[in-house]
């Protein structure tokens, strides 16, 4: 399912129009969170108490991926060394690579995978809080954000659109000392949502306030979370919100697609050409887009004005 190559993506296709029929039955639930907001460790206490009750668990983790070497750390296998090593849960870190909204092009992919295979949750943990990192609420029957009881400074560096995408604000690490200021920022966070449009009219965002470290207020966030998805599923709400992001994934690999073959080899010496004479001043940006589209529209024709000296 991750593999780019041609021959790999038809026999991923293959596989998920056999498996979707089997698909769709889990809960899917999308976590986001600032660095340092202690997201891995939130899973694996709610993923561990999960497994221990019997119920099959899949994390999908995606990390950010380097926009100088490629690269991605891949680390949450570690951060989440007990529960990767129970037979009811799966784990598996995903590199981002160029594509945004903070999961990877095969995350729904994957979901679909899981699902089909049984599993009763699908976590996808994506790589962090930004503008375009907001992609996961489309594939998640909700959304959780994880944040720290850091107060006013944490509050600031969450982008507005995270924040009305919430379901469920979950301030971690309420223990010991930070217990006090973990309870003012939850205190901090209602206030803030009471000015934002919620994503359900009818349910607008809970907070509270965890300790992954000790395992405090985890049990009540499940029991959250199950309540919410079950009101969405009693309203129609989650069949409609299930639906519009099938489409919403049509028109997403439309575009990853059309991003593939742009920058296929097909296209390499036009593509690089054009590049060339839009550095030099000698061809509008405008005029250059308009002939790759007519390139990409008609295979093998050469678009007008794309012979280097025109």
Avoid at 222 to 229: F, P, S, T
Wanted: proline share 7%; aromatic share 2%.
């Amino acid at each position: 399912m991750e593999s780019s190559r041609p021959d790999h993506r038809e026999d991923a296709d293959r596989l998920l129009r056999a498996t979707l029929p089997h698909a769709g039955g889990a809960f899917r639930l999308a976590v986001s969170g600032p660095p340092g907001a202690g997201k891995s460790t939130l899973i694996e206490t709610l993923g561990l108490t999960l497994v221990r009750q019997g119920l099959r668990l899949a994390v999908l983790a995606v990390d950010p991926s380097s926009s100088v070497s490629g690269g991605s750390i891949l680390g949450d296998k570690t951060r989440m060394g007990e529960l990767v090593r129970h037979p009811g849960a799966y784990v598996r870190p995903t590199p981002a690579g160029t594509t945004l909204g903070g999961v990877a092009r095969s995350t729904r992919d994957s979901i679909v995978l899981c699902e089909a295979h049984g599993v009763d949750l699908v976590i996808v943990e994506t790589v962090g809080v930004g503008q375009s990192e907001t992609a996961v609420a489309g594939m998640a029957d909700l959304f959780l954000l994880v944040a720290s009881p850091a107060g006013g400074d944490d509050l600031q560096g969450i982008k507005r659109g995270i924040m009305e995408l919430a379901d469920l604000v979950c301030v971690n690490k309420a223990d010991g000392e930070l217990e006090t200021p973990a309870r003012r920022t939850v205190a901090q966070y209602r206030s803030a949502l009471r000015l934002l449009m919620p994503r359900h009219p009818d349910l607008p965002p809970a907070v509270m306030a965890v300790s992954a470290l000790t395992g405090a207020g985890v049990a009540e966030l499940w029991d959250a979370l199950r309540e919410r998805r079950a009101a969405l599923a009693a309203s129609g709400a989650l069949a409609r919100l299930r639906a519009d992001q099938a489409r919403q994934w049509m028109w997403d690999e439309v575009r990853a697609e059309v991003l593939a073959r742009l920058h296929g080899p097909a296209l390499a010496p036009l593509t690089a050409e054009l590049e060339r004479r839009v550095a030099r001043g000698d061809l509008p940006p405008r005029a250059a887009a308009a002939q790759v589209l007519e390139a990409l529209r008609t295979p093998g024709a050469a678009p007008a004005g794309a012979d280097p000296g025109g």
